[in-house]
């Protein structure tokens, strides 16, 4: 860390374990719990089991809710990264009079509660006829998303020098060309975190959803609400462990990803 | 909010030949008509329900301004209102005091390995959903849960302490689910700062608590607002948390939203939404007309 080892820093550092402590012991005790042999989610654990990982695969709901959640969050993330990244560079790019205006509306989905949005939306959908479907949840989804994109990629073109792309145009490369070889390539992370957000935003879902899911066609996290509202089993715990464990997967992806130059770009803010 | 301001300046290109107000509209246009196509008739659609007729069973499209009349004059909604923004603004409270250090911990971090760890730990549980994690919460916090029984153990108390299902338990959950929205616009002002400031101050003979309190601490000050004002909207419009751990007992007006919706009584629910949507505008932009100054000085003296 440091090289000061003197106590204000000492106690920083103290400071700093506490709260990553604090992070973590949710997650932790979700992954102690679903192993615990009683109902009722008691500590201490009287010993260990599975059943609740078996139990896991006896609701039909958190089954068809996976593939549902999986398919929903990538077409968001798709919706969402096409059209922020688009709207990103023009907002970067370009000099027109409502540019400030445009981008505090590309912020507006965030601002509206994603509870009003959710009831707002499902009296639109019963009425255009996309209640209940896959193409409803997508389009609801890809909106919370757009935002995050918008931010995170708009952040990345600031950083990323434009002579690069100047010169593909001066050596007669079209602005489509150059947008697709020079531009994209040099924001990858910007556009993989942005991606992520609206990855995570639309999988973990649940006020949107709750008004515009049919019952039995729930996405996972409405599944996992109304089970934790009827039921305080830790069949729960055991879900949200393979839950974890994804997460835990993508992020030691994510970490590989970051290609030594992404990484020490990383490092350097640092020193 | 999110979006750091970009320096005009360097944002701008003005002399390549293909620039045109119709490549503009055909870059932005997409995301704004998406936006405006379902935003736009949607909370129309709730607007009108606002002034219709609740018989009890069923919304009749009736003019009446009996939602409004009722929401105003039932001292309950006073009272949830005042409960909401109390919650909110010790949440707030609690992340900027936990999450200034946490970030400025972070921002000194030099050893590569520590700064991805420290990365993970307080921004993978962005990755983890909300209902996992006020699970973990209530598995700690419960009657017969992990600090009750240590607190046992300890001989610390005779009987269980109630932390959850209340507001205790909601305000330690909504902490959790948003100090890392709080700590990344501070880490990100404060990573910007030029180290050389503070060496220049050291040069002039402050010490590292002058140097902080005068050249760190100001400079830092749009990030710690920004990273204020976000959680403070995320924690007024926060539905899963209170509803997960507030047991019923925690009263905040998008869990009335819901309700109200449940018993099908949409002009309620309608007058909420617009109540909260009012609520939380307002709040940031008297804030926002009150640090003006304190904001300017501090982007004038980085810039």
């Keep these: 860390m440091s090289d000061r080892r003197d106590w204000p820093t000492v106690i920083l550092w103290g400071f700093l374990g506490l709260v990553g402590v604090y992070m973590l012991a949710p997650l932790l005790f979700v992954i102690v719990d679903s192993f615990n042999p009683s109902t009722y989610g008691i500590f201490p654990l009287t010993g260990a089991t599975v059943r609740w990982y078996a139990n896991v695969f006896q609701v039909p709901e958190f089954r068809s809710g996976l593939w549902i959640s999986l398919i929903v969050a990538f077409g968001a993330t798709t919706v969402a990264i096409t059209l922020g990244t688009l709207a990103a560079y023009g907002l970067t790019r370009y000099r027109f009079r409502e540019r400030e205006l445009v981008r505090s509306f590309l912020l507006l989905p965030i601002m509206v509660p994603a509870i009003v949005f959710g009831a707002a939306l499902f009296l639109l959908y019963i009425r255009i006829g996309l209640y209940g479907t896959i193409t409803g949840l997508i389009l609801g989804h890809a909106l919370l998303g757009l935002p995050f994109v918008v931010s995170v990629v708009t952040a990345s073109l600031l950083t990323f020098a434009r002579e690069y792309e100047e010169a593909a145009m001066d050596l007669g490369a079209n602005p489509v060309r150059t947008f697709l070889t020079v531009t994209i390539p040099a924001i990858r992370p910007g556009l993989t975190v942005g991606a992520l957000f609206a990855f995570v935003t639309s999988f973990d879902q649940v006020e949107v959803s709750l008004f515009i899911t049919r019952p039995r066609y729930n996405t996972l996290p409405i599944a996992m609400f109304n089970y934790e509202q009827n039921y305080q089993d830790p069949t729960l715990a055991a879900i949200s462990t393979v839950l974890i464990g994804f997460t835990v997967i993508l992020v030691l992806v994510a970490v590989s990803l970051l290609r030594t130059q992404e990484y020490r770009r990383l490092i350097e803010r640092h020193q | ?303």
């Design chain 2, 1 to 303: 909010m999110i979006v750091e301001t970009p320096h005009a300046a360097h944002a701008v290109r003005s002399h390549e030949p293909w620039r045109s107000r119709a490549v503009v509209v055909g870059l932005v246009g997409p995301a704004v008509v998406y936006i405006l196509a379902l935003l736009a008739p949607a909370l129309a659609i709730l607007l009108v329900n606002s002034v219709y007729h609740f018989t009890g069973t069923a919304v009749q499209p009736i003019l009446t301004f009996e939602a409004y009349h009722r929401f105003f004059a039932d001292p309950y909604y006073g009272n949830v209102i005042t409960q909401e923004i109390r919650l909110a603004v010790v949440t707030t409270a609690l992340c900027v005091v936990i999450g200034y250090p946490t970030a400025y911990a972070i921002a000194k971090i030099r050893r590569p390995v520590w700064v991805i760890t420290a990365y993970i730990l307080i921004f993978s549980p962005l990755l983890t959903s909300t209902i996992v994690r006020a699970y973990g919460w209530v598995i700690i916090l419960a009657r017969r849960g992990l600090v009750n029984w240590l607190l046992a153990q300890l001989h610390v108390t005779t009987g269980p302490v109630l932390l959850v299902y209340n507001i205790t338990g909601v305000t330690i959950a909504l902490v959790h689910v948003l100090l890392p929205f709080t700590v990344f616009p501070i880490l990100s002002v404060l990573l910007r700062l030029d180290p050389a400031l503070r060496e220049a101050a050291a040069d002039l003979g402050a010490n590292r608590l002058q140097a902080f309190l005068r050249v760190t601490w100001p400079l830092s000050f749009p990030g710690l607002y920004a990273a204020a004002q976000l959680t403070f909207v995320l924690a007024m419009n926060a539905y899963v948390t209170p509803q997960l751990l507030g047991g019923g007992r925690v009263q905040v007006l998008p869990l009335l939203i819901y309700q109200n919706i449940s018993d099908l009584n949409w002009p309620l629910a309608a007058v909420e939404a617009i109540a909260l949507i009012a609520l939380v505008w307002g709040i940031i932009l008297s804030s926002n007309l009150l640090f003006r100054r304190s904001i300017a000085i501090a982007e004038g003296r980085s810039g």
